[in-house]
């Protein structure tokens, strides 16, 4: 079967570098995964804490095989108030929903043994819902806002449809709001675009040693980064990184 150059390159990156996250110890993971969290927290969350007048809303992801891990940041957004949703692949296995997780407790075992959210325990959160930032997993990073995930698309097609939910709503509050100016009710359902919140943060979280040296092939349904976390701090991807909910974000000015 025909596999275009580009395929067979993440491929390889994907065994590559699965192979050097591999030989991390359990307990590298954990201490790599403990500044990781301090870099997010004191370089993404506590500047986003000064944004809006409401809790933050923060999208984790259960760590898999040697994945890094965001459960102190978890912990941590609890400890603030802030609410804490994650994926879930959705029964269709088309794309992800997100819900919202309220304790620790709420995780199981899903498809692929990939931790999600428990249907039973957890509320649907809505995918135009105010997402302050989006902790992104994948198996390689470039410097360049480049990453190379498991191959699903999953994280691209949750940010394609999230866009594309956002931009629904904002012309539907448009709309209204030409209909019947200047009415405060135009908002809009409380809907993240029609709140002017600013936009999501997607911020790849791993490992340094993902990170790698060469830019990785791009294509146009890559979610854009607006940043890449890692144990040796955060790297900003220039501006215009988001969802589409309002304002820029991801460069360390517009924090
Ligand atoms: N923690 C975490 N959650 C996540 C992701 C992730 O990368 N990390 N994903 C990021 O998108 C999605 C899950 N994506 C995954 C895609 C494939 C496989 C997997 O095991 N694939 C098999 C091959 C399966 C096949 O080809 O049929 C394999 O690699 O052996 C696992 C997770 C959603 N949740
Ligand atoms: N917005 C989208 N709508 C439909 N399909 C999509 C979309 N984005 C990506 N895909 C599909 O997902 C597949 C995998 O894409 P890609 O190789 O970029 O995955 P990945 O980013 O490595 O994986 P993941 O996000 O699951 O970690 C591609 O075949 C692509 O066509």
Sequence with gaps: MYRSQDEELKRELRRIVSARRDELTAVQREELSTRLAEAVRSEALVPLE??????L??????????????SAVEAWCR?????????RIRDDGEGMELRLLAQ????????????????????????????????????????????????????????????AKLAAA???????????????????????????????????????????DSRLPQE?????????ATDAGITWFGRGKTDGAGSELGTADAL
Excluded: M, N
Aim: aromatic letters at 10%.
């Design 57 to 70: 809303v923060v999208c984790v992801y259960g760590a898999f095989r040697s994945e890094a891990d965001p």
């Design 79 to 87: 400890s603030r108030g802030h609410l804490v949703v994650a994926p």
């Design 170 to 212: 904002t012309a539907q509050a448009r709309a209204t709001s030409e209909a019947e100016p200047p009415s405060a009710s135009a908002a809009g359902a409380g809907s993240a675009a029609a709140s002017e919140a600013p936009g999501t943060l997607w911020l790849g979280f791993a490992y340094e040693i993902q990170k790698i």
């Design 50 to 55: 000064r944004r809006p007048g409401r809790p």
């Design 104 to 163: 620790a407790e709420d995780w199981k075992p899903g498809r692929w043994g990939v931790p999600e959210p428990d249907p039973a325990r957890t509320e649907l959160y809505p995918l135009d819902g105010p997402l302050d930032a989006v902790l992104v997993p994948g198996l390689a990073f470039d410097g360049y806002g480049g990453r190379l995930g498991y191959g699903g698309g999953y994280y691209d097609r949750l940010y394609a449809e999230r866009a």
């Design 220 to 228: 146009p349904h890559d979610l854009p980064l607006g940043g890449l």
